[in-house]
Each structure stands twice: as C-alpha cells, then as structure tokens.
Nanobody, 122 residues
C-alpha cells in the first residue's frame, strides 16, 4: 500500500523560508517520479516542482531560483526547500508520485498525500 505524508507547512512572513517533507512508503524499486503541486483558493492546481526517477528536475517559472527539490531514494523522502517566500506562494502543497517521468498534468499521478498548508503573510 502506497502512502505519501507531507509535513513542514506553516504560517510565515514574506521573505522567510520553509522546508516541506514528503515521506513515501510502499514505493518500490526507485522507479517513481515525485512532484509537489499546490492549489490556492479559487485557482487551479499547479505543478511547482518535480523530480524524475533518474533525478531530472522541473520548476515552475514562478519558483525558479527560490525553490529547490530533492529526494533521498534510500528512505523514499522528498523535500521542497522554499526560500524568499511571497504571499503568492500561499496554497495547500501536496506531494504526488507516478512511475518514471513527471508531468504537469496532475490527473496523471497515481498517488497523493493529504496536503500541507503554506501561508505567507505580507
């Protein structure tokens, strides 16, 4: 049984940093791409950052240079380091997984965590 559990969200001020953690269990053989999506109220879910099974990374233009994604394949943990946070980054952040390569289409991911709230005050 696959389970993804996010942690690390919270309320911060503009310019602060946060680290999100996605702990995955049940993903075998290191063949999964993992991703961070976010969804703000009234907006569509968007891909923030992703990392393929081979280590290739993707970042949305809005977070390039501020966010960094990494994974520890030994314990199936994924991280999102968020720096220089802005109020526009306020959203529920969810981790997701699918085999091999990431995609921007959230409907093509097989597994999801429950989400963690990130709120950035001005």
């Amino acid at each position: 049984q696959v389970q993804l559990v996010e942690s690390g969200g919270g309320l911060v001020q503009t310019g602060d940093s946060l680290r999100l953690v996605c702990a995955a269990s049940g993903l075998t053989n290191n063949i999964y791409a993992m991703a961070w999506f976010r969804q703000a109220p009234g907006k569509e879910r968007e891909l923030v950052a992703a990392i393929s099974s081979s280590g290739t990374t993707y970042y949305a233009d809005s977070v390039k240079g501020r966010f960094a994604i990494s994974r520890d394949s030994a314990d199936n943990t994924m991280y999102l380091y968020m720096n220089s946070l802005k109020p526009a980054d306020t959203a529920v952040y969810s981790c997701a997984a699918r085999k091999y390569q990431y995609t921007t289409d959230f409907r093509r991911y097989d597994y999801w965590g429950q989400g963690t709230q990130v709120s950035v005050s001005s």
